[in-house]
């Protein structure tokens, strides 16, 4: 579905959401946000890119204001919030990368992090999986499983390899030091794709697993 197209001023809403990344196109009202509150996010990047408008955002503390054009981004773990400037609604994309719940983290007046917030499939504009809990709950773990082995794979292929790529590396043998990077990588990206599966497994499971909470 990648040839879909996306208007900012009627799609407001999440246009991509995975656990690599989501994507989504919001409206701010004039007068809304606030630097009283502030979250963070325990694995993903954020990404700002304003469309129309002014804004503030107050990331780990420092402000930036941002007009048509202009983006900034907010790290893993480093605190942000938004306000709205002027009389004029602002448009914009946001990205979080990767997108893995529990996707924010909120703080108390003294600075203290709330519990993990785990929110519905819908309240990211994704269809929950209609199966059973107890069968989400069986393919997360075999899910953790299938990655655990990739891992464990490329672990041991990387150590058998190891003495030999340092070799040809210090040969300059470029030839072999392309063959063992092939290798290696095939291990990697069996890995990698593991542990993209156990993400979708996880965000799946997560909103069925226990109570959920609204944003505070």
Known sequence: MGSTVFDCRNDLRNVLITPQIRARLCRMEPGS????QYHTHDLGHEIFLILAGRVEFKISGRLVELGPGQ???ALAGEPHSVRVLGEEPVYMYLSVTPHIQ???TFYSENG?????????SSDYDAQADPAPAAELVERCAAAARQAARA???????QEELAGALKQ???AGNTQEVGRLREAIWTSLLATFKGM????????ELAPRAGQITAFY
């Open 33 to 36: 946000g606030t630097h009283d």
């Open 168 to 170: 040809a590396l210090a």
């Open 71 to 73: 983006l900034c981004y």
């Open 196 to 203: 993209d599966q156990l993400a979708a497994a996880w965000n």
């Open 151 to 157: 891992a464990q794979a490329s672990a041991q292929l």
């Open 102 to 104: 529990p996707t924010h």
């Open 112 to 120: 203290q992090p709330l519990p993990p917030l785990f929110r519905p």
